[in-house]
């Protein structure tokens, strides 16, 4: 009997740039060594963001290798409160301007300039508006509420004149009148399945309360039509443990992901965040910079 032995495929690493004019490039840890960034090019910071960890502590399964990036176990640096490897498209992370665009309700009226883009999308009041605030350090730009249901529409945010956040509407969000569900529903999911110049999506999760089974079905649904995304666990300043069993975040995290193991053959980007303290802002920008720095040479 012959027994084939079939490489595992990375699907997740695949999937995640699909939308990208993609090169082949490989993620296997034998031949490569990780290419460092300049330390010029990483953003300044008060706390440092990139971390080495110890060889117990890496497993090459467990981490989001982006693409081109060349691996080696001993010099690879991921983003602290993350499963990322620093590759060396990491330049250009700062903010210096942002601006309100404009709201959609199709993806045809979504802005035309061909700029790359990363969607925040996530249950109603799990913190997206609250996070492009932060990662654009402006109070205000997108508007927030303790009340689920603010954001509405498609609302483009211009960064640097260079590339745009997107607030999306909530979902989730029981006492929003069914007919709005289903049109939110239909133009976010449309909007995802259609936007060319999408980058990636970045899936919010509460990190300070246990997996929704909402947000299982909705990474497994942008997992099953092939859409690129990063897992953004917000509110981890929230650390009190509630009675009932409830949990820290990074014990919600790591439920999270065990959960969404089957619906993906190596893990996605994730990383832990706050908008309150702005725990995981500078990560997520150098995720972002690496991610739209391949998009855009590719
Ligand atoms: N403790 C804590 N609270 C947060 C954090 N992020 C957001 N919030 C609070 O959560 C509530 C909802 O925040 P929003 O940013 O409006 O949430 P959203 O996901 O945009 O909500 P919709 O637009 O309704 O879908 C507000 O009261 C925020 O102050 C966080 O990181 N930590
Ligand atoms: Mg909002």
Same mark, same amino acid.
């Given at each position: 009997?012959?027994v084939?032995?079939l490489?595992?495929?990375?699907l ?12 082949p490039?490989?993620t ?12 010029s090019t990483?953003v ?5 963001v990139?971390a080495?960890?110890s060889p ?13 990036t ?8 991921v983003? !602290?409160?993350?499963?990322i ?14 601006e ?9 009226? &979504? ?10 999308v996530?249950?109603?009041n799990?913190?997206k508006?609250?996070?492009l !605030?932060s ?14 249901g603010?954001?509405? &529409?498609? !609302?483009? #945010?211009?960064v ?25 529903e ?6 995802f ?10 899936l919010l999760?509460?990190a ?6 909402i947000?299982l ?17 917000t509110? &981890? ?7 009932n069993g409830?949990k ?7 439920? #999270? ?7 993906f053959?190596?893990?996605p ?11 995981g802002?500078?990560?997520?920008l150098l995720?972002?910079?690496q991610?739209r720095?391949?998009w855009?040479k590719?």
């Open positions: 009997m012959v084939l032995h490489p595992r495929f990375p997740y690493l695949v999937t995640s740039f699909h939308s990208l004019p993609l090169r490039y490989s296997t840890s034998k031949t490569t060594t990780l290419l460092r960034a300049p330390k990483l300044s910071t008060s706390e440092p990139i080495t960890p117990a502590e890496l497993s090459l399964e467990k981490l989001f290798v982006p693409p081109e060349i691996v080696s176990l001993d010099s690879a640096r983003l !602290n409160g993350s499963n490897l620093l590759s060396n498209y990491a330049n250009d992370a700062q903010v210096s301007q942002a309100f665009v404009k709201s959609s309700v199709r993806t045809e009226d &979504c802005p035309s300039d061909g700029l790359p883009e990363f969607a925040l996530g249950r109603s799990v913190g508006s609250s996070l !605030n990662l654009v350090r402006r109070k205000k730009l997108a508007l927030t509420s303790k009340k689920p603010k954001t509405q &529409c498609i !609302n483009h #945010f211009r640097n004149d260079s590339w745009y956040l997107v607030d999306l509407p909530g979902y989730g969000y029981a006492s929003a009148p069914q007919e709005l569900r289903l049109d939110w239909q133009f976010t999911k449309d909007y399945l259609n936007r060319s110049t999408l980058v990636s999506v970045f999760i509460d300070s309360i246990p997996a929704k089974k947000d079905d909705y990474a497994s649904w942008l997992g099953l039509n092939q859409i690129p995304m990063t897992l953004i666990f509110k &981890c300043d929230k650390r009190k443990k509630t009675r409830g820290r975040p990074e014990e919600n995290v790591n439920d #999270f992901q065990d959960l969404i193991r089957g619906f053959q190596s893990v980007p994730w990383i832990m965040t706050s908008s309150v303290t702005n725990q802002r500078d990560e997520i995720h972002m910079a991610l720095n391949y855009l590719h």
